[in-house]
């Protein structure tokens, strides 16, 4: 009766002879094995099977892929492209791994320290002395 799933570690399947049209959107686990047009966004992880084609955009959590993907793929942790993969469209990603005879035709943009690129935090050492931070450098030699 409610909408919460009762096996929050279960798997969603899409089997090879399902072909979607639209928007996916799912939270845990999915694999796609199916043909799919249209965008893919969840906080979990995709896994696009051996026999998937999908066309649109990707956006998840990370992702697998052993089929064919013909869009960008957008994830916040691993993307694997693995041997018999196809992508023909731009990543961005914390982390790439892409297996030896993958295709990828595109731009790939890999960040693995987005996290550290926020604004430093200050941290002050108990024995800093106020004329180090104002001084700046290493006075000139005579």
Not at 30 to 41: A, P, S
Not at 124 to 129: E, I, L, M, T, Y
Request: charged share 25%; proline share 7%.
């Amino acid at each position: 009766m409610s909408d919460t799933n009762p096996n929050p570690n279960s798997k969603n399947v899409l089997a090879s002879d399902v072909e979607i049209k639209g928007s996916i959107k799912f939270q845990n686990d999915l694999t796609i094995d199916g043909k799919v047009e249209g965008e893919i966004i969840s906080p979990g992880m995709l896994t696009v099977g051996e026999n998937a084609e999908i066309r649109g955009e990707i956006k998840t959590k990370g992702v697998t892929v052993f089929g064919k993907v013909h869009g960008n793929i957008t994830v916040e942790e691993r993307c694997e492209l693995k041997s018999h993969a196809v992508l023909n469209g731009d990543l961005k990603a914390a982390r790439l791994v892409i297996e030896d005879g993958a295709t990828f035709v595109g731009k790939s943009e890999v960040t693995p320290n987005r996290i550290a690129m926020k604004t430093p935090e200050i941290v002050r050492s108990p024995d800093a002395r106020p004329a180090a931070a104002v001084g700046g450098g290493v006075p000139p030699r005579p």
